[in-house]
């Protein structure tokens, strides 16, 4: 063929069409996008603009209380989760072996399961106040001082010992692949424990546990359950108040881009302290730190250390939640709990089989485009674990609603049958949330494992004529079932603890475990609380147990 000859079929070539796979993708991050920018478009353009008399009102006292919340847990679990990982990393006391994983236990407990067995445990008619006015004869609250459980302190305890297995998981992680050398300088500079610890180990694990703080602040930021039980004002808090009581879903929607502006804040900070600050390995012979055995007292104190946050993250809530579900052993038979447990199962596990699917869709079908824009989109599909789920509510409810609208009018007006609210009636909203919010789990999980398959058994599939669907289905799914399955189960318990989107998406009159959980606790029925929570708590340990066996 000539020169020419090319050219003119060059030119004659049609346009390139996107792939039904490079299509698909883009309508999938599309999908994950969409609500964020619905939050922004409803803020910048509500019905009635309240924001002048929320900025001279309540605004202020959300935001500072949201502030004081964030600050006060990242320090708190900082330091409980980056303390315990160092002991755990770098030393041999009594029962780290099993401390080691039960430091993990407080996730598979939602804090708002938390706030309710502490102040079950320590009001003024629960077991300890109780005995203590036993035991040294006091009459009323007068007689002593007894810190005030529903407050702002006790939600930061809570949350903290909720969430800094998040700080500790990544610190340990860090603090194990440390130089054995760096601390062996520090030593013979004179270094003592304290010394290596605070000048070497926690400079060079600073970028793992700023993400692990920064984790912490978000989730912070979305819980509704302990703030509200403990009638601490937050921007969360205020979304329900202005949208619930005050029937405003534009200044909803405006609170709601604050906190979302918040949290891509606090996103771009975590990422900049990690981008001017970075470590590497010079030497072509890394050795690993070795356990060094703590004598005496030390290693008592060290597994103390150890096991006080794993008490108060674990123990004492589980135990309490325990107890109170096998003193009202009556409440196992009511028909609303398994009711409420065959919505969470069928929502949940929908959402899951969805959002997993979804992920590995687009990251292969980023793949195959071959395009700049879809790869920019991939990262940017991750925003939505960052977004509380009272923000997302927000995002999918309004437009959501006036489609559901606008959608029964049109089938009514051309077929005369009222068909009534298909999407909002319906739990539509929630997988739909729920597809969001947890998207980036699946999303990184599928990319990571797609990542590990080595691209000449997809070349040499599409060689021996294999479709694109063929090889995805008969070479990728093969070596990542491990890494979908485990992404399918961590997006499904997380769903089950999800409590904010839940609470705004439900249909009327449609509970989950985690509305049942909420509603008998916010009724002060911990009793009636007790079952939904407990069958809670059981799908998060099968979530922990899977998060401990692949962080051996």
């Known amino acids: 063929m000539s020169l020419a000859d090319h050219s003119t079929a060059k030119t004659t070539r049609g346009p390139r069409w996107p792939s039904p796979w490079s299509a698909g993708a883009a309508l999938i991050a599309a999908v994950v996008l969409g609500p964020i920018l619905a939050v922004l478009w409803i803020a910048a353009f509500p019905a009635e603009n309240i924001w002048p008399h929320l900025v001279s009102t309540t605004l202020p006292r959300y935001m500072s209380n949201t502030l004081v919340l964030m600050f006060g847990v990242g320090v708190l679990a900082g330091c409980a989760g980056s303390g315990a990982a160092w002991l755990i990393a770098r030393y041999e006391f009594p029962g780290r072996r099993w401390l080691e994983y039960l430091l993990l236990l407080p996730l598979a407990i939602p804090a708002y399961v938390g706030a309710y067995a502490l102040v079950d445990l320590l009001e003024y008619a629960g077991p300890v106040q109780t005995a203590l006015r036993g035991l040294f004869g006091w009459q009323t609250a007068r007689d002593y001082w007894f810190p005030e459980i529903r407050s702002m302190g006790a939600a930061i305890v809570v949350l903290a010992a909720a969430l800094y297995p ?10 194990r692949e440390q130089s054995a050398s760096s601390d062996e300088v520090a030593q013979s500079l004179g270094a003592g424990v304290f010394g290596r610890f605070w000048r070497v180990g926690l400079p060079l694990a600073r970028p793992a546990i700023a993400a692990g703080v920064a984790i912490v602040m978000m989730e912070s930021v979305n819980d509704f359950g ?11 808090t205020g979304i329900f108040s202005v949208w619930l009581q005050s029937n405003n879903a534009g200044g909803a929607a405006q609170i709601a881009a604050t906190v979302l502006a918040l949290v891509i804040l606090l996103v771009l900070l975590e990422k900049s302290s990690r981008r001017r600050m970075r470590f590497f390995n010079l030497s072509t012979r890394h050795r690993p730190v070795e356990r060094k055995p703590l004598p005496g007292r030390a290693a008592w104190r060290a597994t103390l250390a150890c096991a006080i946050p794993c008490v108060m993250g674990f123990v004492l809530p589980a135990g309490v939640i325990l107890h109170h579900a096998l003193g009202h052993a009556e409440n196992w038979s009511d028909p609303r709990l398994w009711q409420a447990g065959l919505h969470t199962l069928t929502v949940c596990g929908l959402a899951a089989v969805l959002t997993v699917l979804g992920g590995v869709f687009l990251v292969y079908g980023v793949r195959l485009s071959g395009r700049s824009l879809p790869r920019l989109l991939l990262p940017v599909t991750t925003i939505g674990y960052a977004a509380p789920g009272a923000v997302l509510g927000v995002g999918i409810l309004i437009p959501l609603a006036g489609l559901d609208h606008a959608l029964a009018d049109g089938v ?10 298909v999407l909002t009636g319906s739990a539509f909203a929630l997988v739909l949330a729920y597809f969001v919010r947890f998207f980036a789990i699946a999303q990184g999980a599928a990319d990571a494992a797609m990542g590990r398959v080595s691209p000449n058994l997809a070349l040499a599939a599409r060689s021996l004529g294999r479709s694109q669907g063929q090889t995805l289905s008969e070479v990728y799914y ?3 079932r491990a890494s979908v399955a485990s992404a399918l189960l961590l997006v499904f318990v997380d769903c089950v603890k999800e409590l904010p989107a ?9 509970e989950t475990l985690a509305t049942r959980v909420h509603e008998q606790a916010s009724l002060e029925n911990l009793g009636g609380a007790a079952p939904a929570a ?3 708590i059981a799908v998060g340990l099968a979530a922990v147990g899977l998060l401990a066996r692949a962080n051996r």
């Open 412 to 421: 009514e007006a051309l077929t005369g049958v009222d068909i009534g609210l």
């Open 502 to 510: 839940t609470l705004l998406l439900r249909p009327f009159n449609y």
């Open 478 to 480: 093969p070596l990542i």
């Open 166 to 175: 998040y700080v500790y998981l990544l610190a340990r992680n860090a603090f």
């Open 226 to 236: 302990t703030v509200d039980y403990f009638a601490v004002q937050t921007l969360t």
């Open 534 to 536: 407990m069958l809670v």
